[in-house]
């Protein structure tokens, strides 16, 4: 079974920074294909943040360009976002996201959640 952990969230002032990490764990894991980052805050759809590929090919979403570094350790099996700059805005809930593994056995698994870590930014 695999699993994604979040870890990292919490309150912080306007112009301050946050590192939140999400580790892959499962004896099944093989190879894992893309990781991103994505937020939903109130009353709002889940949008996408961050997202970086298998080669490290990296996608931001307009609202976080200059401020967040999306990166990756594949032998950790971990996803780090780093989050500088923050605003009042940028306060939802944010979620891990693998969008497919290849297991050791050579089937595949598509589209893991990790359970969201709350991003509070205070005025």
């Known amino acids: 079974q695999v699993q994604l952990v979040e870890s990292g969230g919490g309150l912080v002032q306007a112009g301050g920074s946050l590192r939140l990490a999400c580790a892959a764990s499962?004896?099944?894991?093989?190879?894992?294909?893309?990781m991103g980052w994505y937020r939903q805050a109130p009353g709002k759809q889940r949008e996408l943040v961050a997202l970086?590929?298998?080669?490290?090919?990296?996608t931001y979403a307009d609202s976080v360009k200059g401020r967040f570094t999306i990166s990756r350790d594949n032998a950790k099996k971990s996803v780090y976002l780093q989050m500088n700059s923050l605003k009042p805005e940028d306060t939802a809930v944010y979620y891990c996201?693998?969008?497919?593994?290849?297991?050791?056995?050579?089937?595949?698994?598509?589209?893991?959640w990790g359970q969201g870590t709350q991003v509070t930014v205070s005025s």
């Open positions: 499962g004896r099944s894991i093989f190879v894992i294909n893309n």
């Open positions: 970086i590929t298998s080669d490290g090919s990296i």
């Open positions: 996201n693998v969008d497919r593994i290849i297991k050791k056995d050579y089937s595949n698994g598509y589209d893991y």
